[in-house]
């Protein structure tokens, strides 16, 4: 079984909508990211996670926002989905003390 | 701040050929430093990463880089390319002060002609 599981993988949905994806880990890990990928643009931060009760913003939060409801499981919402919120979504976690991160397989998020 | 820069944003190698894909960092100490895989359809898997110790670093699939603190570079190579090797790469760099954060570069994408 994957150490790293997003649900769903691909989805389809329409401006407006509130939509969320899904992360959940078996690794034991207390680190916990979200990342969007855009074509070009690499890999960028949008909240992280150190533990339950710790919840920060990365680079690019502004119409995200996530719930970490376990240390197994954290959850990212888009409360009014836009067409440039159109991406792959990654979910990683991390030893604390090496931080190397292990990825999920992504999420295909279309807002049309 | 940290950042990481990849030159290249495709590549195309013939099999069998080497292959050496460049990042530069920027970071005021120590950094570490990650090379992550991404094949078609999947998330990143690491393959290699430097902590301290020995610059020349092994990791999986026969993959190695080389930590230049000279030249701020962590470069990657591979002797020989096997069509399997056809992904985009990434380029990381963390830093324990820094929140444990790590940093991607824009990836570059490697074609491996038969």
């Known amino acids: 079984d994957a150490d790293v599981t997003q649900t769903p993988r691909n989805r389809i949905t329409k401006t407006g909508k509130r939509i969320m994806l899904e992360c959940s880990q078996t690794k034991g890990h207390d680190r916990m990211y979200w990342y969007r990928q855009d074509p070009g643009l690499g890999l960028r931060l949008i909240y992280y996670s150190f533990d339950v009760k710790d919840i920060n913003k990365g680079e690019i939060s502004d119409g995200y926002s996530v719930s970490r409801q376990a240390q197994a499981k954290f959850s990212l919402s888009l409360e009014s989905a836009i067409p440039n919120q159109t991406a792959l979504y990654f979910c990683?976690?991390?030893?604390?003390?090496?931080?190397?991160?292990?990825f999920g397989p992504g999420t295909r998020l279309t807002v049309l | 701040a940290q950042s990481v820069t990849q030159p290249d944003i495709h590549i195309t190698v013939s099999e069998g050929a080497s292959l050496e894909l460049r990042c530069n960092y920027s970071y005021g100490a120590t950094p570490y430093l990650f090379w992550y895989v991404q094949s078609p359809g999947q998330g990143l898997q690491l393959l290699l990463k430097y902590f301290s110790g020995d610059t020349l670093v092994q990791g999986i699939k026969g993959f190695e880089a080389e930590f230049k603190r000279s030249q701020s570079s962590f470069n990657l190579r591979k002797p020989s390319v096997h069509w399997s090797d056809a992904a985009e790469y990434f380029c990381?760099?963390?830093?324990?002060?820094?929140?444990?954060?790590?940093?991607f570069g824009d990836g570059t994408t490697l074609t491996v002609k038969p």
């Open positions: 990381a760099v963390g830093a324990r002060t820094n929140a444990g954060k790590s940093t």
């Open positions: 990683a976690t991390s030893d604390a003390a090496l931080d190397t991160q292990y």
